[in-house]
Nanobody, 125 residues
Framework: QVQLVESGGGLVQAGGSLRLSCAAS????????MGWFRQAPGKEREFVAA????????YYADSVKGRFTISRGNAKNTVYLQMNSLKPEDTAVYYC??????????????????WGQGTQVTVSS
């Protein structure tokens, strides 16, 4: 089974930056559509960003457009989320998500089969 390992979460002041990383293992020779979701305290899980297996197509939630950038490593089994100009409302547990067959467009509304453990991002005001 595919496992996703996340890193990069932490505490940052408003206006600061963080870079989240996620690496897939177990099926490392396969191609994955990958993305990020988040869940804030008392809120429902929401889509953040997704990227195709080639890295040629990306999608973002309106709330993060212009501030967050999703990208893939050369191995294509890694994904990054560069988060700039962070706001207190970005505070959430961020989850890496991946799928072997879904497009990035579909991943936005129908998350993939594999999830990371989640990494906490806290933005102080």
């Amino acid at each position: 089974q595919v496992q996703l390992v996340e890193s990069g979460g932490g505490l940052v002041q408003a206006g600061g930056s963080l870079r989240l990383s996620c690496a897939a293992s177990g099926r490392t020779f396969s191609t994955y559509t990958m993305g990020w979701f988040r869940q804030a305290p008392g809120k429902e899980r929401e889509f953040v960003a997704a990227i195709s297996w080639t890295g040629s197509s990306t999608y973002y939630a309106d709330s993060v457009k212009g501030r967050f950038t999703i990208s893939r490593g050369n191995a294509k089994n890694t994904v990054y989320l560069q988060m700039n100009s962070l706001k207190p409302e970005d505070t959430a547990v961020y989850y890496c998500n991946a799928d072997l067959t879904k497009s990035a467009g579909l991943l936005r509304i129908d998350p993939g089969a594999y999830w990371g453990q989640g990494t906490q991002v806290t933005v102080s005001s």
